[in-house]
C-alpha cells in the first residue's frame, strides 16, 4: 500500500426510499472541514435505484463530487449487495478518508468494507480532527462505557475508516448553484450478489416525536423520583412547545421510552433550550446535551456535575420546582394572549 495513493474525503450517503439521513448531511458538513485541512475535495457517494433527485441535494450540502452508483439489486438495503458495490467505488478512488453514519446501515456496512480494504474502522465517532504535520485523522470516541474519551489514529493504513454519531456534527451551510461533478459509476452482476430475498418491508408507524428534531427538550433523570412525576415535566413541555427526554437512569427504570433516551448510549441532541431536570450529569448523558444553545438544571444536589455545563442552575428539588415554573410560564403566556 502505497498512502501517496490515497486522496480525498469520502462520504456515504445513507437513503431510504429516496429520503437522505439527516446524519449524511452533517457528514458533509464536517467532511468539507476535513477536506479544507487536507486540500482536498469532499466526494458523496449514494446507493441505490433511481437517485437523480439526490444529486442536486448533496451538491447544495457541500459535495464537490457526487459518485452515483444506480443498479435494481440497490433498490432496498441488503448487506452483500452494498458492501460490495461500496468495496468497489472505494478501491477505484483511493480516498483518504472515508466517513459513514452510525446508524443501523452504517454499523453495518463499515465495518464490512473496512475489513474487504484491509484497513481499520473507529466506529460511534463523536469528534474528528486533522492531526498537524502527519495529517493522521484523529478520530475520538468513547471508551470504558463512556468514562473516558479515546483518540484513535490508523497511521499505517488506508483509507481511514470511521461511523460518526448522528446529530453530533453540524450541517454545512447550503450552497447556492454549486460546482458539482457527478460520476455515474457502475458495478457489474450485482445481482450474483444478491443472496438475500426480501419478501415484505414493514413500517412501523409513530406519531411521537424525535427528539433530535425539536427546538424545546425538557428531560428528566433519576432525580424525578417516579414515573408519575414525568406527568410534570409532559406539563412544562407542553407550555414550552416541546418534548419530553430522559437519562438512561429513568429509561432503565421505565419511565421513559428507549427513544427518548439522550447520551452516549441514546441519542445525541442540539435544542434551542435543554432543561435537564433530577439529572446529576453524568458524563455519558452530557455528551448527549452539551451542545444544546442553552442548558437550565435543576437539582437538589448543588454539587452535581450537570450545572458545570449549565447556563442557568436552580438548586431545590425539581418536582416542585417545574409545577412553579410551569405555572408561571403559563401565566405569563395567558396574559399575553
Known amino acids: 500500500m502505497d498512502m501517496k495513493d490515497y486522496k480525498g474525503v469520502l462520504v456515504f450517503v445513507e437513503q431510504v426510499d429516496g429520503e437522505i439521513a439527516r446524519?449524511?448531511?452533517?457528514?458533509?458538513?464536517?467532511?468539507?472541514?476535513?477536506?479544507?485541512?487536507?486540500?482536498?475535495?469532499?466526494?458523496?457517494?449514494?446507493?441505490?435505484?433511481?437517485?437523480?433527485?439526490?444529486?442536486?441535494?448533496?451538491?447544495?450540502?457541500?459535495?464537490?463530487?457526487?459518485?452515483v452508483v444506480e443498479d435494481p439489486a440497490l433498490e432496498t438495503y441488503?448487506?452483500?449487495?452494498?458492501?460490495?458495490?461500496?468495496?468497489?467505488?472505494?478501491?477505484?478512488?483511493?480516498?483518504?478518508?472515508?466517513?459513514?453514519?452510525?446508524?443501523?446501515?452504517?454499523?453495518?456496512?463499515?465495518?464490512?468494507?473496512?475489513?474487504?480494504?484491509?484497513?481499520?474502522l473507529t466506529a460511534d465517532c463523536t469528534r474528528l480532527e486533522v492531526q498537524e504535520k502527519t495529517n493522521n485523522l484523529l478520530m475520538t470516541r468513547p471508551a470504558f462505557g463512556g468514562n473516558v474519551m479515546a483518540t484513535i489514529l490508523c497511521p499505517n493504513h488506508r483509507p481511514q475508516m470511521a461511523t460518526v454519531r448522528p446529530g453530533v456534527m453540524k450541517q454545512a451551510e447550503k450552497m447556492a448553484n454549486p460546482d458539482c461533478q457527478v460520476v455515474k459509476y457502475g458495478?457489474?452482476?450485482?445481482?450474483?450478489?444478491?443472496?438475500?430475498?426480501?419478501?415484505?418491508?414493514?413500517?412501523?408507524?409513530?406519531?411521537?416525536?424525535?427528539?433530535?428534531?425539536?427546538?424545546?427538550?425538557?428531560?428528566?433523570?433519576?432525580?424525578?423520583?417516579?414515573?408519575?412525576?414525568?406527568?410534570?415535566?409532559?406539563?412544562?413541555?407542553?407550555?414550552?412547545?416541546?418534548?419530553?427526554?430522559?437519562?438512561?437512569?429513568a429509561v432503565d427504570?421505565?419511565?421513559?421510552?428507549?427513544?427518548?433516551?439522550?447520551?452516549?448510549?441514546?441519542?445525541?441532541?442540539?435544542?434551542?433550550?435543554?432543561?435537564?431536570?433530577?439529572i446529576s450529569g453524568a458524563i455519558q448523558h452530557v455528551a448527549g446535551m452539551?451542545?444544546?444553545?442553552?442548558?437550565?438544571?435543576?437539582?437538589?444536589d448543588e454539587s452535581a456535575p450537570i450545572f458545570d455545563v449549565a447556563d442557568f442552575g436552580v438548586v431545590g428539588d425539581a418536582t416542585k420546582i417545574i409545577p412553579l415554573l410551569t405555572k408561571e410560564i403559563r401565566a405569563k403566556r395567558d396574559n399575553e394572549g
Open 187 to 249: 458495478v457489474p452482476n450485482l445481482a450474483n450478489y444478491q443472496n438475500v430475498e426480501i419478501l415484505e418491508v414493514i413500517k412501523k408507524e409513530t406519531e411521537r416525536v424525535d427528539i433530535m428534531d425539536v427546538d424545546v427538550l425538557v428531560s428528566g433523570g433519576r432525580g424525578m423520583g417516579s414515573v408519575d412525576n414525568f406527568k410534570l415535566l409532559e406539563e412544562l413541555a407542553d407550555v414550552l412547545g416541546g418534548t419530553v427526554s430522559a437519562s438512561r437512569a
Open 23 to 67: 446524519v449524511s448531511y452533517e457528514l458533509l458538513g464536517e467532511g468539507k472541514k476535513l477536506a479544507a485541512t487536507l486540500n482536498t475535495e469532499v466526494t458523496a457517494v449514494v446507493l441505490g435505484n433511481h437517485l437523480e433527485a439526490l444529486v442536486d441535494k448533496l451538491a447544495t450540502h457541500g459535495a464537490d463530487k457526487v459518485i
Open 253 to 278: 427504570a421505565g419511565w421513559e421510552e428507549k427513544d427518548r433516551q439522550v447520551g452516549q448510549t441514546g441519542k445525541t441532541v442540539r435544542p434551542n433550550l435543554y432543561i435537564a431536570s433530577g
Open 78 to 120: 441488503m448487506t452483500e449487495s452494498y458492501t460490495h458495490s461500496m468495496t468497489e467505488v472505494v478501491n477505484e478512488y483511493k480516498p483518504d478518508v472515508v466517513l459513514y453514519g452510525a446508524t443501523a446501515i452504517g454499523r453495518d456496512l463499515a465495518p464490512r468494507v473496512a475489513a474487504r480494504c484491509s484497513t481499520g
Open 290 to 300: 452539551e451542545e444544546s444553545d442553552i442548558i437550565i438544571a435543576i437539582n437538589k
